[in-house]
């Protein structure tokens, strides 16, 4: 707790205008009406004052206060700023979202928007690139999948990755079922073997899916039917020409009891139309990875909503498959505030392991709760998201012990570097947690595989204090166009109202610093 004491002392560098500013904009978002409410009340100001004024107002205020800039060259400087107080930037492109719409002529302008926050992103990743002259940590660039393609494409292939993954763990253990424990490894083998032949055709026609059997402890794994059923999308674009074999599920199995049963199967198959577009998203995360990958980038892709994310994840982990073979480029996102999130990323360090990658991990509480647990009751499905903000806490401290212990591992095994986590919140005693952890498991802090990470614009006394104390600490500068930016923040501020009240928090603590600049000005 002497480094948060540090940090809050040493915090105070902004100017009188900023730290100002700073006041104002937490003042605000303290109310709990001026939250629930921002979104109509930003429409309105928005129509009152029309664009310049409005876009002048928020430079002055909300964004300003919470986003690098618009120009690469304003975001860079904001960069460098962070340097003396031993921080490194980590890049957020922010773009608007875009599900499918289109224009009175038919032409899609969903597609306009994908293609230009893909350039933004080509343009992003050499931004980042540059900052290397002042950073002594990789630069980081994260992003969502969802500003290149239709959340609508990512929602109808999770829906069948689920579906699929649900129907062979339940065909491996019926598989089983009534067999001597002597026979199950044979039974298992078979019935491995029969569903990826199925697979092969069903869920994407053109090319087997990479099935590796190499143990008997492999077969007893809960996590097989998540390895047979995950997309090897990195062949399919090496197999493109097979795509036009649009066939529904014409496989031949052998007359093996396994196979037989497979063969009833009521697995789904990704649509054609689904598969090319798919594929072209694919080819964007591919050329993306592997700019990234030559510029000495990491590339974090943020985690969505849960009906998303099968697919998200699934294509993270196939770019991990081809980026991550010597050292990590690719990063996915897990959210704590999900009861999954700790068997994800069991289920992931397993995958990496087994499959000889290197895993690169950012742990965040996570947003979409009230989307969540509304679309919960509407589908009258059991709630996705954990029952408050202390099993958040417990979950967050939970995935962070995993993580630590795995690094450990690799450290005792001279493999560190393999596993790299930046751990992003805001929570004093969250920090803590993982740097008690750190010190206990007598992990390094200068070799960048454990970071630490705040949005810049907050919680700016315990980025200081980790920077000062020569702990990897970034802020996460989000830049992009005024507007859209603003109502990005705009959601993450009425989904995270449900936390500790941090605005409040923020707001005493500016008032105390004002307080005193006053009277030494006296």
Known sequence: RDLIVTGVQTCALPILLELLRAYLVFTLCSYDVLVNNQAKILRVARLVLGRSLFRRLMRATMYGQFVAGEQ??????????????????MFAYTAGETHGNTDSNGSSHAEEVWKHNYAALKMAINMAAESKEFSPYTPQ??????????????????????????????????????????????????????????????????????????????????????????????MAAENAQDLDDTSSCSWEL??????????????????????????????????????????????????????????IEALILDSMRLYNQNSVVIYNTYQCYLKRTHGIINRDLHIAAAEGICLGAKVVRGAYLDEERALAVTLGCEDPVNPSYEATTDMYYKVSDLLLDQ??????????????????????????????????????????????????????????????????????????????????????????????????????????ELTHRLRLAQ
Not at 280 to 302: F, M, P, S, T
């Open 254 to 311: 052998d007359q093996t009891p396994s196979s037989q049963l497979v063969r009833s199967l009521p697995l789904q198959s990704i649509s054609p139309e689904d598969r090319e577009d798919l594929l072209q998203l694919w080819l964007k995360l591919k050329d993306l990875g592997q700019q990234a990958q030559e510029c000495g980038v990491h590339l974090i892709w943020d985690a969505e909503q849960t009906y998303l994310q099968p697919a």
């Open 72 to 89: 690469y060259e304003d975001v860079l400087d904001v960069s460098r700023s962070l340097a003396p107080a031993g921080l490194y930037p």
């Open 407 to 512: 690094l450990q591992c690799h450290k005792e095994k001279d493999t560190a570097g393999d596993l790299q986590v930046t751990f992003a919140t805001h929570n004093a005693d969250t920090v803590l947690h993982v740097l008690k952890g750190v010190e206990a498991r007598h992990l390094p802090l200068n070799d960048g595989n454990v970071r630490f990470a705040q949005l810049y614009g907050t919680r700016d006394y315990i980025s200081f204090a980790l920077g000062l104390k020569g702990y990897p600490a970034a802020k996460l500068l989000h830049f992009g166009d005024i507007e859209q930016c603003v109502a990005y923040l705009s959601r993450r501020a009425q989904e995270n109202r449900a936390g500790i009240p941090t605005a409040t928090m923020e707001r005493h603590m500016l008032r105390a």
């Open 141 to 234: 660039l994260s992003a969502k999948l969802t500003f290149l393609a239709d959340a609508e494409l990512l929602r109808r292939v999770s829906e069948v990755i689920s579906h699929n993954e649900e129907v062979c763990g339940r065909a491996m253990r019926d598989s089983v079922e009534g067999l001597p424990r002597a026979d199950h490894v044979p039974r298992l083998r078979e019935t491995c073997q029969s569903l990826a032949a199925l697979l092969m055709t069903c869920t994407w026609p053109g090319f087997e899916i990479p099935v590796q059997l190499t143990s008997q402890a492999d077969l007893r794994d809960p996590f097989l039917p998540t390895i047979l059923t995950h997309i090897p999308f990195h």
